[in-house]
C-alpha cells in the first residue's frame, strides 16, 4: 500500500513513469473491482472488466489537477470514473433500445429486490437523490458500491472513524433500498 502512495506522489510531482508503474501495481484491483460491476449483466455485455479499466485510465491520467493523496483516495477517483462511464454507457443504450439501460447488479449494497439487478441510471438518479438530502451518505455508497473500498479505507478517505463508516452506510444502504425498490414498482 505504501508503494501506491509513493508511485502517486511521484506521479504527483511529474514523474511519468510513476504512472506507469502505478497503473501496473493496481491494474488488478482495479480489474477485479470492474468485473464486480459487470459479472451479473442481464443483457450481453459489450463492454468487458479490462475495457472499463482502460476507459477510467484514460480518464485517470487526464485529471493533472488532481493530487493523488494515497490508494484509497485514488480508488475513490477511479470508482468515480467507473461509474461515470457506467452511467454513460447506459444512458447510450437507453437511449438507442429503450430497454431500460444497462444492469448493474447490487450485490455490494445487498438490496433484496424483486429483480437482482437494478438499472445503472436507476442507481445514479438515486444517489443524487441521496446526495441532496446528504452527500457524505452518497459518497460513501459510491465508495463503498463502486470503489470496493473496506469500512477502514472509506474512513480514511471520507476522514471519518470506521464506527462513523458503518453507521452511515446501514442507513444508505437502507435510503437505497427503499429508493430502489420504490423505483423498481414504477
Known amino acids: 500500500m505504501s508503494d501506491v502512495t509513493e508511485l502517486l506522489l511521484k506521479w504527483n510531482s511529474g514523474d511519468e513513469s510513476a504512472r506507469a508503474s502505478l497503473i501496473d501495481s493496481i ?46 483516495h485514488f480508488l475513490a477517483i477511479a470508482a468515480k ?61 459510491e465508495l463503498r458500491f463502486f470503489g470496493g473500498l473496506t469500512i477502514e479505507e472509506a474512513a480514511e478517505v471520507l476522514e471519518v472513524s470506521p464506527a462513523t463508516v458503518k453507521r452511515n452506510w446501514d442507513v444508505a444502504r437502507g435510503w437505497l433500498y427503499r429508493a430502489l425498490k420504490g423505483r423498481a414498482a414504477d
Open 81 to 141: 470514473v467507473m461509474r461515470e462511464i457506467l452511467v454513460d454507457k447506459a444512458r447510450q443504450r437507453q437511449a438507442s433500445k429503450r430497454d431500460g439501460g444497462r444492469r448493474v447488479t447490487l450485490s455490494g449494497i445487498s438490496l433484496a429486490l424483486d429483480e437482482p439487478t437494478t438499472d445503472a441510471l436507476m442507481i445514479h438518479q438515486a444517489l443524487e437523490r441521496l446526495a441532496e438530502i446528504d452527500a457524505d451518505r452518497a459518497r460513501l455508497v
Open 27 to 72: 491494474y488488478t484491483e482495479l480489474n477485479a473491482i470492474a468485473a464486480r460491476h459487470l459479472a451479473n449483466e442481464r443483457h450481453v455485455v459489450e463492454l468487458q472488466p479490462n475495457s472499463l479499466v482502460h476507459e477510467a485510465y484514460l480518464k485517470l491520467i487526464d485529471m493533472n489537477r488532481v493530487q493523488w493523496q494515497n490508494r484509497s
